[in-house]
């Protein structure tokens, strides 16, 4: 079964503090990942892709197949951070599959 | 550059009146369209997504229905809303580097 799986609802972090959002997948094949997010007020979009393998707002996030895990970090969480973070998946057959997304707040 | 136009933003229905909120997309032709539904602690729930006009495939039961009269129009309906209808709805488009959403309708059935 195709399954995005983000343990966490709400993650606190001081400002300044590491920041790691968790995820894990269940897909059988190659996945293509993403993390969404949304700001407050602002709409859904899109954070960064596994296949880019790029840094976005200090973002990044490594495909690890093993563990079946898209796990979101930064080594530096800011004020401007703090917003609702969903991993996603997307399947051969174009649908993209949510997790049920993390709060992350960051603490001043 | 593609858009995606999403109306109203905010919509106050009483039990049992219909529905229809409509999405538009510009700048590409023959998208994949969906509607997502938000709700707190469950995350985006996909209803349905459309391949081409009439198209549509349903994920889940429900009180609602989609249709695609155009190429990038998309249109979530109901006949008769119920209480459990509320929510937030996002319509997406998919491209080659994901989906982007529209800004979503805050549905509040009362």
């Known amino acids: 079964a195709q399954r995005v799986t983000q343990p966490e609802k709400l993650l606190s972090v001081f400002k300044g503090a590491p920041v790691e959002l968790k995820c894990n997948y269940s897909?059988?094949?190659?996945?293509?990942l993403f993390w969404y997010v949304q700001y407050s007020r602002q709409r859904l979009q899109l954070l960064l892709r596994?296949?880019s393998r790029e840094s976005i707002k200090g973002f990044t996030a490594d495909l690890n197949k093993g563990e079946t895990s898209f796990h979101l970090k930064k080594p530096f969480a800011q004020e401007e951070d703090s917003a609702m973070y969903y991993c996603?998946?997307?399947?051969?057959?174009?649908?993209?599959?949510f997790g049920k997304g993390t709060r992350l707040h960051i603490l001043p | 550059s593609q858009t995606i136009h999403q109306w109203p933003a905010t919509l106050v229905q009483p039990v049992g009146s219909p529905l229809s909120l409509e999405c538009t997309v510009e700048?590409?032709?023959?998208?994949?369209l969906y509607w997502y539904r938000q709700a707190a602690g469950r995350g985006l729930q996909l209803l349905f997504y459309?391949?081409?006009?009439?198209?549509i495939s349903s994920e889940v039961p429900q009180n609602l229905s989609a249709s695609r009269p155009q190429d990038r129009q998309f249109i979530l309906s109901s006949k008769k809303l119920l209480l459990s209808d509320s929510g937030f709805y996002l319509c997406?488009?998919?491209?080659?580097?994901?989906?982007?959403f529209g800004s979503g309708t805050r549905l509040t059935v009362v």
């Open positions: 897909y059988s094949g190659s996945p293509e």
């Open positions: 700048g590409t032709s023959n998208p994949n």
């Open positions: 596994h296949i």
């Open positions: 997406a488009w998919s491209g080659a580097y994901g989906y982007t």
């Open positions: 996603a998946l997307r399947a051969r057959d174009d649908k993209i599959i």
């Open positions: 459309s391949v081409g006009i009439g198209q």
